[in-house]
């Protein structure tokens, strides 16, 4: 079982600085660490794996957090991890929330690699090219989870997935498939096509309707959806390299779709489909 520190009384200790140093990118590139806030990511944290390595390194906690959450922090422990008793000041010098919960993670990263997720030959996938935002890369991650997607691909346009608000906006589904990091748009395209994955472009301009796709059939093979740009979309040349770009109908007066949402209906609408072709297990587990 991994020991107990002291009460981390300052925010100048040198395991305090260490962590708060997390939440810029540079630093985390350099120490390949990344922060995980909450009792919702660190429990993932604690049950993963990255082989035969745990992902979760150290656990700063409150005294209170430490009671409300002792099967997390236990989990913690079982972990190997080191669980540090923090003041309330520690973990709001640590924390990037305005109202931390009391628990933060130091997790190792855990991206898998590009070459790893098309051996595995998945039937769903979910790529963020040109996204921006990291709470809706997060959220995107978390759709793609729910929707039963085998893999995430984040393109080297998009944003650092180990960003402390994409973390939280993944709310533990980080933890629960395959993403891979820093892939040239072109080779995720080329890759997951060689793999037999059919490109389909989300974009609100696209020339194909969702609802005629999902009526024609055509959605039951494997798939993968490039996602773009929060603001304007996914460039010319990034469509061009997929096999159809295709729109989600607006049946009211809504002017257009957020990220999110737009992702969460094209994956459940690929999901549904491979379903009905018997080629892709439940979402829902009936």
Not at 19 to 47: D, I, T
Not at 151 to 157: E, K, N
Not at 237 to 261: C, F, M, Q, W, Y
């Amino acid at each position: 079982m991994a020991p107990v520190s002291p009460e981390l009384i300052s925010p100048r200790s040198s395991r305090v600085a260490a962590a708060r140093r997390l939440a810029r990118r540079n630093f985390r590139g350099k120490e390949r660490l990344f922060l995980a806030e909450g009792p919702q990511a660190v429990r993932e944290a604690a049950g993963h794996r990255g082989g035969s390595t745990a992902t979760l390194v150290e656990l700063f906690t409150t005294a209170e957090a430490a009671e409300r959450y002792a099967d997390i922090v236990g989990a913690a422990r079982d972990a190997g991890a080191r669980v540090h008793l923090a003041s309330e000041d520690v973990i709001a010098d640590i924390s990037t929330t305005v109202t931390p919960q009391g628990l933060v993670g130091i997790c190792r990263f855990l991206d898998t690699p590009f070459e790893e997720i098309l051996a595995a030959r998945p039937r769903l996938v979910a790529v963020l090219a040109h996204v921006r935002d990291p709470g809706n890369a997060g959220t995107v991650l978390r759709c793609a989870d729910a929707a039963g997607a085998e893999a995430v691909v984040l393109t080297d346009a998009s944003v650092d997935l180990y960003n402390p608000k994409a973390v939280r906006a993944s709310v533990g589904s980080l933890f629960h498939l395959p993403v891979a990091v820093g892939v040239p748009v072109e080779q995720a395209v080329t890759g997951l096509r060689d793999a037999g994955v059919r490109l389909l472009a989300a974009d609100g301009a696209g020339d194909r309707d969702l609802d005629d796709e999902l009526d024609k059939g055509t959605m039951g093979g494997p798939t993968a959806w490039v996602f773009g740009n929060e603001a304007w979309g996914l460039p010319e040349e990034t469509r061009v390299l997929t096999d159809a770009v295709v729109r989600v109908p607006i049946h009211g007066k809504a002017e257009s779709l957020n990220l999110a949402t737009a992702a969460a209906v094209c994956l459940y609408a690929s999901a549904r489909a491979q379903r009905a072709a018997g080629g892709c297990r439940s979402v829902t587990g009936s």
